[in-house]
């Protein structure tokens, strides 16, 4: 007689949760929720704080290891670009500040000024790590706290800063804008470098112009760079060049927008220096990496 084969079924019951369990995991669950609730509370408390201080002076740091450089001298290149948040064809909700770094790379200025820098409250900070990576001295100034973090003007120098100072430009209660000014030693002067984002109404930009010109601080040779948001010709461009430039009338490469540029947004002004070449940067990498293309120039001090 065959053996009969027999199955056993086994079942495993689980013990029911006890009391004190559930409670136990009900104030971890509440408890997590106070603490997002408080950081958050943090968050907006510093924002608000911040915002009330706009513009300030947020950066000013030298690489953790220096370029060997020989001393600025009365030749020298800037550039000027405005990088939109570190948004380029991904837009906002996906920002690549390394694409916008390998473009700063391709110029490979002596001092570059930078445009909408955004810098997150959380995470890392690409412009520092922008910074490090090229080896490089940073300012930075926040013109106004976005939701993501502080937006402003950064100034990046293969030279140490010996002075920095924000200059508050908001002269509308629409647009909030600054300007960062550096300093340097060239020779047996003083050099002064200044970026800044200028606004879009044509009376305001003027006084922005204005009271960057008189400033007491600027002495000596002077180089404004930024977007100047001048789309057409208009008192505060006129300013900037019989002031800048000597009345010389200049061609000034178009930037945007970067993919097919139309504007001539931004430039390069000096004072106490000449510009010995002005050209727009549209290597395929800038046409992504921005709505802008950056501006680099060739100048030298003690020419007019």
């Not at 065959?2 to 136990?24: D, E, G, N, Q, Y």
């Not at 940073?138 to 402003?152: D, L, M, N, Q």
Request: charge should be positive; aromatic fraction near 4%; glycine fraction near 4%.
């Amino acid at each position: 007689m065959p053996a009969l084969r027999t199955s056993k079924k086994i079942s495993r019951k689980t013990k029911p949760r006890s009391a004190a369990a559930k409670s136990v995991k009900k104030a971890a669950r509440k408890s997590a929720r106070q603490a997002d609730r408080n950081d958050r509370d943090r968050l907006a408390e510093r924002k608000e704080a911040l915002s009330a201080a706009t513009p300030y002076l947020a950066l000013v740091r030298a690489p953790s290891v220096p370029q060997n450089v020989a001393p600025l001298a009365d030749a020298f290149s800037v550039a000027t670009y405005n990088v939109h948040r570190w948004a380029g064809l991904n837009g906002a909700r996906a920002p690549d500040a390394a694409r916008a770094g390998y473009v700063i790379s391709e110029l490979d200025a002596d001092i570059i000024a930078l445009q909408e820098v955004l810098r997150p409250f959380d995470g890392d900070d690409p412009l520092e790590r922008l910074a490090e990576a090229l080896h490089l001295h940073v300012a930075f100034v926040a013109t106004r706290v976005h939701r993501r973090g502080e937006i402003g003007n950064a100034i990046l120098s293969r030279w140490p800063i010996n002075n920095v100072f924000s200059l508050d430009l908001s002269f509308s209660r629409v647009e909030r804008r600054s300007a960062l000014a550096a300093q340097f030693q060239a020779g047996d002067q003083p050099l002064s470098i200044v970026a800044t984002h200028l606004a879009l109404v044509d009376r305001t930009r003027r006084r922005q112009v204005e009271s960057i010109l008189d400033h007491p601080q600027l002495q000596g040779p002077v180089v404004l760079l930024g977007d100047m948001n001048a789309w057409r010709n208009c008192k505060a461009t006129r300013t900037l060049e019989s002031e800048m430039v000597g009345g010389e009338e200049l061609t000034w490469p178009r930037t945007f927008p970067a993919a097919r540029p139309v504007l001539a947004l931004d430039r390069v002004y000096a004072r106490g220096a000449s510009v010995e070449r002005l050209d727009a940067h549209g290597s395929e990498a800038a046409k992504r990496a921005s709505d802008h293309l950056p501006v680099i120039a060739g100048l030298r001090i003690g020419q007019i």
